[in-house]
């Protein structure tokens, strides 16, 4: 563990906080993508088949379980809460998420580092994470005006993402022979889709203006 690492957990930890608060106490998931948050569940679930066989210590146990359970949760009040549910724009909201699955599986298969079920459902919940942002990107592109908590659930999702980059660079300096290309690559396709968003979220904090993508 190093400051990078946990500043990275922390911070997406926070992320989800921040959209569980919207849910939870406004009642809303307006600009919010279920398609996102459905990749998202499916990339804890493929990720952490190991939760309840291999302990590595309770701090990465009690992440695994918060990690599950919230993204699961986020799923069901989006499509079952009867309150919740009125506010989210399917109509918005119609990036064909289920389509980034396949290759993401096809190419775990193929690009992996031990050709075992665990080891390839890793592999696939890295691939998935890198592109599951893109349905949330396209619904804000699409709705233009984004509320507070939304902007700041996903600039904290990609700065979650962006420290991991900083926790690998050093560990590379640290510690002997850690190289790991599939995990580093998968993180630097994610952290550059968040590019586009960065940039108009630091313009709109910048200007003290109301944040705005492009169509």
Not at 4 to 19: I, P, Q
Not at 80 to 90: L, P, Q, T
Not at 137 to 158: A, M, P
Not at 172 to 199: C, K, M, N, R, S
Request: with cysteine; net charge positive; proline share 2%.
């Amino acid at each position: 563990m190093n400051i990078f690492r946990l500043a990275g957990d922390m911070t997406h930890l926070a992320s989800v906080l921040v959209l569980l608060l919207k849910i939870h106490t406004i009642k809303s998931c307006a600009g919010v993508s279920l398609k996102t948050q459905e990749l998202y569940a499916l990339v804890f679930a493929t990720r952490y088949l190991d939760i309840f066989t291999d302990f590595i210590s309770v701090y990465n146990t009690t992440m695994k379980l918060i990690f599950l359970s919230s993204s699961f949760s986020i799923v069901w009040y989006m499509r079952r809460h009867k309150i919740v549910k009125r506010s989210y724009d399917k109509d918005q909201d119609t990036f064909r998420h289920w389509f980034l699955i396949l290759p993401c599986l096809v190419l775990a298969c193929l690009l992996n580092e031990k050709f075992t079920v665990k080891e390839v459902m890793w592999t696939f919940s890295l691939y998935l994470e890198a592109v599951a942002i893109l349905p949330q990107l396209v619904l804000l592109q699409r709705t233009r005006n984004i509320d507070n908590l939304t902007g700041q659930y996903v600039f904290l999702l990609g700065a979650y993402r962006s420290l991991y980059i900083l926790n690998w660079i050093y560990r590379y300096f640290t510690e002997p022979h850690y190289v790991h290309w599939i995990p580093w690559l998968a993180g630097i396709i994610q952290t550059l889709l968040y590019a586009d968003f960065f940039y108009y979220y630091f313009e709109s904090w910048k200007n003290n203006r109301k944040l705005q993508l492009p169509a």
